[in-house]
């Protein structure tokens, strides 16, 4: 499977970078390469191969019901490139 | 009589399915210890990892889990005792991690089933097609500058139960009364308020339309309805949408609309381009959540009995009719009340009570059942003063005007304005022999055959006695005097 | 005694018990010493010398009460992956901009508890992608190597490289790092330290900036296998903070140092042995095996069938997680923000300029191979060749208890070389990248020297949370090796 220009524009989209015209040739070769390095995968037998999601245990920890945290709207602005009063602020969205 | 619309080319059917979003009730989110309570000021209750902070994890709460396990067995539903957690990746601003945390390949909860009510009385069953456990985004407000929007995390990380039905709804009302119904249920299990204004409960309403005897044809969601009264009305409008753009040699395209409330119309949301690319994938941070068929038992045997469950018992136990226990049941609220008022009591008196008179009360007086004045002890006590002859119905429904008013107990209030039923027969016989001297004229008239006089003397006797006969006690001594 | 910078973390901290030193000298002896040199081998991104000798002076109050701790008053760097309150952390990318977290990560919360000082932040591969650490935004790390009659800047290998070096060179007595597919032990390899990933799950993630969630693993780098030890102690333990943090207890790392090898049947897979590797690496992989055969070990001969498989299953797990834990980085919140006319031109230029182009690129091949119409091809055929992996080492276990590999393929290459083909680069983890996969603990150690002067590892592969027999394996080999080249840049005795 390679990559056309238009889906590397598309997946660039997809993960909001910016790509300019000028940097798509490239881009576009040094993913191919990678997807073809990687497509050697295909030729393992995964037949019945139950998939590894995660890197350990099998099973969630609950915790209790109980509020722990919160109340620090301060500190939880404190970085933020754009704020109003106690909101974030970005530029107006039109849903 | 199944529901169409008419178009240029005939009748159309309508093919609907919920998703409904119904806020988890947990005093903490689902992955951080944030509260959740509503009204809050605007990121006070945002712990770094519902803002999504770098290095921050999740860890699930145990009541939410519970809660969806309550529901899922509400619901009939298969409970899975394993499911997962998987990222749902796409970008906008009041979703802080760039991905919200959902279930998509395996939900907590399967296949289910509901029963609805139509208003002719007769009954559908609403497959429910799998419930799963999600975090809520926050708030963004898009109005409060002009080049600007404001965003809100305070609902971030939130728990949410996302219920989907089969396409099995075909009206209007029949989508109402599926969220009623749904809401109905959620609220008696107290997984979830139920409070569709605080934004507790929304649904998406997947619609399209057919020709009679067709297939599925391409499907619009509608998002974030937040009225059973709007979903109605946004099923509607969206349907004669399609239509329209059927019958003008069009394709209606799948995609994600907002109902405008104002205008009666849906139209296509521009924030939703990457809805067909969410790049779900198991999430890392989270193990396989596993259940032990015990706790689920557990949570079983502790839940609540349910609507329809308890309006069969009070037709086949109590002999109501199916419309008084529908009302009594229709919440959870109304339905404990009057198991109170009825508890050692005449069944079928305490529901023509509470529906009647009672629910009268609260109409007139601005309440409802959470801030009644009248408590369920209190009715029942004024019921136990009809029953041992101290009230007369009439007097009973004065007592009870002035519980309304007063919040008092039915006895103090008795006591008060000695409005006590007189049962002496002595004291009755005193004063039907005033009346009947008073009007010897009408005795005379009475005795020659007059027998409709009769009402005139009940009705001179409770004068005089302001109300207070028993009304029997009048009768019988009124009849052997007279005779 | 030995020079303040000289000492190891177990002889420092004898040296302090007895106050032959006192904590305060022995943090400014290597203030100085990244004063002198992190100018030129940009080991450190953020120095807190002040925050250090605060620390110091406190460790030496409570040494003087006698209140000491496991690490009291031992200098340490700290990768800048890992956030620390009030401390500026950076990820070595611009996207975090002048990010200071109002929190800190468990482990250096651990470290602090067990009264440990932080020098500074440690420079590393931008998000921990790379195995150069020249991805960084803050410049590429030197490596206090040099060739054998060769002044040409090496790299110190990544992406812990600011945290390998700084303790090749004398900068710190040890550092945290992390691992994703390598970056703890192709590192100290490169700079002839020791370096261990423990068992996913022994060390809690909460509070490290993320890379791949199921792969990520922190653990210590330090001059001995013993310091990696001490340090793996106070870094592990259960968190309830982290879902994926084990519930185990933690051992006496150190103690298990000094067990030996006799009897341990050591696996020797074959699937390691690479058509074209360097002989000398071949060499350093039997004079390991000579080195544990006389400790009294019995090596056995294993096969990893899946092993080649390793690597292109990494570089779709890793970027497929990465892509999904990178798009908080979105200008809204915290860090660097590039105006846009709408929400979506700002994300996209923030994104675009915040990050470099090997995090942009994984993020583009991450996000490609989940979308719709590739997920089965990439993301789940690598999650079953994953589960195909481990159940490789499951097998393994059976006949053996512990694995010795070659930690890296080469030795550390020049900063100009491999920096144009990301294959070509990704090629540095081959022998590492399959304990990440596992989940497995893997140690490298510095063993012997290539011919031109360059350090070279061997790798010890464990049973999950077994990282005491790692530890014994690692101790024999390193008596065995007795390595006690020092790199040429360091901080003066």
């Known amino acids: 499977m390679s990559l056309d220009t238009a889906t590397v524009r598309r997946v660039a989209s997809l993960a909001r970078i910016r790509v300019e015209e000028d940097e798509l040739p490239r881009l576009q070769s040094e993913l191919n390469g990678i997807l073809g390095w990687i497509e050697q995968l295909q030729a393992v037998n995964t037949d019945g191969v139950q998939p590894m999601a995660g890197g350990g245990s099998e099973k969630l920890r609950m915790r209790e019901d109980r509020v722990t945290d919160g109340g620090i709207a301060e500190k939880v602005l404190a970085n933020a490139p754009d704020r109003a009063g106690e909101f974030f602020a970005v530029p107006k969205v039109v849903e | 009589m199944s529901y169409t619309l008419e178009g240029e080319t005939g009748a159309w059917e309508v093919v609907i399915g919920l998703e409904v979003h119904a806020q988890v009730t947990s005093l903490a989110k689902l992955f951080s210890g944030a509260a959740t309570e509503f009204g809050a000021d605007p990121n006070s209750q945002v712990s770094f990892i519902d803002a999504g902070f770098p290095g921050m ?4 709460n145990k009541e939410c889990v519970a809660q969806a396990v309550r529901t899922g067995l509400g619901l009939n539903a298969q409970i899975n005792l394993w499911s997962r957690f998987d990222r749902k990746n796409y970008f906008y601003a009041d979703l802080p991690q760039g991905y919200q945390i959902s279930q998509f390949e395996f939900p907590i909860i399967g296949k289910g089933e509901i029963e609805i009510e139509l208003s002719d009385g007769s009954t559908k069953q609403i497959g429910i097609t799998r419930l799963h456990l999600e975090q809520d985004a926050g708030k963004s407000l898009h109005d409060q500058h002009p080049t600007k929007s404001y965003i809100d995390l305070n609902r971030s990380g939130v728990a949410l139960m996302e219920i989907v039905s089969e396409p099995d709804l075909r009206s209007p009302e029949e989508a109402g009364a599926y969220l009623t119904k749904l809401r109905q249920i959620l609220r008696y299990l107290g997984t979830c308020d139920g409070n569709m204004e605080q934004g507790s409960l929304r649904a998406d309403v997947n619609v399209s339309v057919r020709k009679a005897g067709e297939g599925f044809r391409t499907r619009c969601e509608v998002k974030n309805v937040n009225s059973i009264r709007f979903v109605m009305q946004a099923v509607e409008a969206e349907a004669r949408r399609q239509i329209e753009v059927w019958e003008a040699g069009e394709e209606v395209v799948q995609e994600t609309r907002l109902f405008d409330t104002s205008r009666g119309v849906t139209r296509s949301m521009r924030s939703k381009e990457d809805a067909h690319d969410y790049r779900y994938f198991p999430d890392p941070d989270l193990p396989p959540l596993v259940l032990e068929q015990a706790w689920v ?18 037709v086949g136990d109590f002999g109501l009719t199916p419309y008084d226990a529908h009302v009594l049941t229709l919440e959870k609220e109304t339905a404990a009340f009057y198991e109170t008022v ?7 008196m305490a529901a023509n009570w509470v529906t009647g008179d009672f629910f009268a009360g609260l109409n007139r ?26 009230l007369s119905g009439k007097l009973a429904k004065e007592v009870l005007e002035a519980m309304f008013e007063t919040g008092k107990a039915p006895a103090e209030i008795v006591e008060e304005r000695g409005l006590k039923q007189v049962t002496d027969t002595g004291a009755i016989e005193k004063i039907i022999d005033e009346v009947m001297a008073k009007n010897a004229d009408k005795v005379a008239e009475y005795r020659s055959g007059k027998e409709k006089l009769f009402g005139f003397f009940v009705g001179q006797t409770m004068k005089a006695m302001q109300g207070k006969g028993n009304p029997a006690m009048v009768n019988d001594i009124l009849k052997q005097k007279l005779a | 005694m030995t020079a303040a910078t000289e000492l190891t973390i177990a002889g420092a901290r004898a040296a302090l018990a007895k106050r032959e030193i006192s904590a305060v000298e022995l943090t400014e002896a290597h203030l100085k010493g990244i004063e002198a040199l992190n100018p030129r081998l940009n080991a450190y991104i953020t120095v807190t010398a002040e925050q250090a000798l605060e620390q110091a002076k406190a460790a030496d109050a409570a040494l003087a009460k006698g209140e000491a701790k496991p690490l009291t008053g031992i200098p340490l760097a700290i990768k800048d992956l890992f956030c620390t309150t009030g401390v500026k952390t950076t990820a070595a990318s611009k996207i975090l901009g002048n990010f200071v977290p109002p929190y800190e990560s468990t ?5 602090l508890r067990d009264g440990a000082v932080f020098l500074g932040k440690a420079n590393l591969d931008e998000f921990a992608m790379g195995s150069s650490n020249a991805t960084s935004a803050f410049g590429g790390v030197e490596n206090p190597w040099k060739r054998q009659g060769d002044n040409a800047a090496l790299v110190p290998g990544g992406s812990s490289g600011g945290s390998a070096a700084a303790v090749a060179a004398r900068l710190a007595l040890g550092a945290t790092a992390t691992d994703t597919g390598g970056s703890i032990r192709q590192p100290a390899a490169f700079c002839g330290i020791a370096g261990i990933k423990p068992t996913y799950g022994r060390v809690s993630r909460f509070g490290t900036v993320a890379f791949a ?19 793996l102690g106070s870094m592990s333990g259960f968190d309830p903070k982290d879902s994926t943090s084990a519930d185990v207890a933690v051992p006496d790392f150190a103690a298990a140092c000094a067990r030996g090898v006799k009897g341990l049947r050591i696996g020797i897979p074959k699937e390691y042995r690479l058509p074209g590797m360097p002989a000398e690496i071949e060499a350093l992989w039997q004079q390991g095996i000579a080195w544990l055969k006389e400790a009294g070990a019995e090596p056995v001969e294993i096969s990893l069938p899946h092993t080649q498989y390793a690597l292109p299953t990494y570089y779709i797990v890793a970027p497929a997680e990465a892509s999904s834990n990178l798009a908080r980085y979105d200008g809204v919140r915290f860090g660097l923000r590039e105006n846009g006319g709408d929400l979506k031109d700002l994300y996209e230029r923030t994104r675009r300029a915040g990050f470099g182009d090997e995090v942009r690129r994984r993020i583009l091949i991450g996000t490609y191979v989940l979308s719709a119409g590739y997920y089965d091809a990439y993301y789940l055929k690598a ?3 994953r589960a195909l992996i481990k159940r490789d080492f499951d097998e393994a276990w059976g006949k053996v208890d512990a694995i010795l590999t070659p930690a890296t393929p080469s030795a550390a290459f020049g900063r100009d070389e491999k920096q144009d083909d990301p294959v070509a680069m990704y090629l540095n983890d081959v022998f590492t990248v399959t304990a990440n996969l596992a989940g497995i603990p893997g140690l490298s150690v510095p063993a012997g020297l290539d011919t031109r002067g360059l350090p070279l590892g061997l790798q010890v592969l464990g049973k999950p949370f077994d990282e005491e027999t790692v530890f014994a394996v690692g101790r024999a080999l390193e008596q065995g090796a007795n390595f006690t080249a020092t790199p040429s840049v360091r901080a003066a005795a």
């Open chain 3, 107 to 111: 482990v250096t919360a651990n470290l």
């Open chain 2, 342 to 348: 009825a508890a050692g009591r005449d069944p079928k």
């Open chain 3, 383 to 385: 999650q079953k060749v």
């Open chain 2, 297 to 314: 038992e557990e949570l079983k045997s502790g839940l609540p009995e349910l609507p329809d469950a308890r309006r069969t018992r009070y």
């Open chain 2, 365 to 390: 007086t601005g309440h409802g059942i959470g801030d009644s004045p009248v408590s369920a002890e209190n009715l029942g006590g004024l019921l136990d003063l009809i029953k041992d002859n101290t």
């Open chain 3, 213 to 231: 969630s199921s792969l990520d693993q922190a653990g210590p780098v330090a001059r001995t296998v013993e310091d990696c030890a001490i340090l």
């Open chain 2, 57 to 60: 994890l999740p860890v699930i």
